[in-house]
């Protein structure tokens, strides 16, 4: 048996680097989009909930 299809293999192994660097998340940034987010679900459910009480006002002016 020979030694040389063992070396040849053996030689193609390759470690990955230690070196990976992962990039910095700004933490103030992802709190302002959250917040930003937040103001318009908000603004959202004002509407809606408006809309639906002043129609239901209307039709309950109107059917008197």
């Given at each position: 048996?020979?030694?040389?299809?063992?070396?040849?293999?053996?030689?193609?192994?390759?470690?990955?680097?230690?070196?990976?660097?992962?990039?910095?998340?700004?933490?103030d940034v992802l709190?302002?989009?959250?917040?930003?987010?937040?103001?318009?679900?908000?603004?959202?459910?004002t509407?809606?909930?408006?809309?639906?009480?002043?129609?239901?006002?209307?039709?309950?002016f109107?059917?008197?």
């Open positions: 048996m020979s030694t040389e299809s063992l070396n040849r293999t053996s030689n193609h192994i390759e470690t990955p680097s230690q070196n990976i660097e992962t990039p910095r998340v700004n933490v709190k302002q989009r959250i917040l930003i987010e937040k103001k318009k679900d908000r603004f959202k459910r509407i809606i909930f408006s809309t639906i009480f002043i129609s239901i006002g209307a039709f309950t109107l059917t008197y």
